[in-house]
DNA sequence: TTGCTATCATTTGTACACGAATGAATTTGC
DNA sequence: GCAAATTCATTCGTGTACAAATGATAGCAA
């Protein structure tokens, strides 16, 4: 509390960026942003979750996989992955079964509702990223997914 | 199956891109930048999670308010804020009291410890930001920075 | 073979995240 | 000044998310 350091103040302090903000950090944003896509992705599809639409677009994208691989394909944990699967199980969107030479494995297929679900969803999926990217021009949406994608 | 249609296909098609890639989708992008943030937080902060972060960061930031209040600032809804501050209150790092002029609202404020706490993880949680953009240059960072924002 | 190692799936425990319902306290509209 | 609408906090239920521990199976090496 004394005046004398009041000249090294600056130079002392071990923010060099001044204060902290919360709202100017990746992470906050990325929160934030996630939160916006999560609600006009409810908005338009209700019935299903991101992460169980994703489930369904990358079993329709490659067919039948293992439990495993699909979670790398969308990537979620395994323990995530489960879960997601066992809903959409329960709901008779996909089916399961072991793998013939590899008991380990867990065979996940799309069921034919499935299918025609996932197929119905796409025109409906490409309007919530449309709608999520509203606010930038075509060239600026274009910016941002592509540098997203160099930081994930 | 016929051939006839083949020449008008392209124009029939509801999905005027083509197929339906994933990886491109904005809300796939930001989940998995999302996770990879997560990680880096993590390994650098390994005792605070982003949000309880972000709850002591903003109360560092504004002082002593209600629950609600604070929730609208981390953009966290009530029950998830409520989460988040029963487990900082749990560690010390915040204390809770009833307002006094309106008794609905809880007051929440940082402990000693949990300003000391806070302090400390600046300089952390800069460099935590620094690093989940290090794979961009300093122009494109910013960029990104600034075109979320205004996806949020 | 025998054992080492790796892979696949499951389970458990913790921590967000949000919708919906509830109850208490305050504010408003009239 | 009182009834209606609002606000604040809590609770419940569901759905990600991930670390860590476990068990089963497979592949590899000595």
Redesign the interface.
């Given at each position: 509390m004394s005046g004398k350091e009041g000249l090294l103040e600056l130079a002392d302090v071990?923010?060099p960026?001044g204060?902290?903000?919360?709202?100017?950090?990746?992470?906050?944003?990325?929160?934030?942003?996630?939160?916006?896509?999560?609600a006009i992705?409810a908005a338009r599809i209700s019935d299903l979750t991101?992460p169980q639409f994703?489930v369904l677009?990358?079993l329709h994208?490659v067919g039948d996989t293992s439990q495993n691989q699909l979670g790398n394909l969308?990537?979620m944990d395994a323990a995530t992955v489960k879960g997601v699967i066992d809903r959409l199980k329960a709901r008779g969107l996909v089916g399961i079964g072991r793998h013939e030479a590899d008991r380990r494995r867990l065979l996940v297929s799309l069921t034919a509702e499935g299918r025609a679900v996932v197929e119905r969803l796409?025109?409906p999926?490409?309007a919530?990223?449309r709608e999520?990217?509203a606010?930038?021009s075509p060239r600026?949406a274009s910016?941002?997914?592509r540098?997203?994608?160099?930081?994930?």
């Open positions: 071990q923010e960026e204060a902290y903000h919360l709202q100017d950090q990746v992470g906050f944003l990325l929160r934030k942003a996630n939160q916006r896509h999560l992705f991101p994703a677009a990358k994208e969308v990537a796409f025109a999926a490409r919530v990223s999520t990217l606010p930038l600026e910016t941002l997914v540098l997203l994608a160099r930081i994930s």
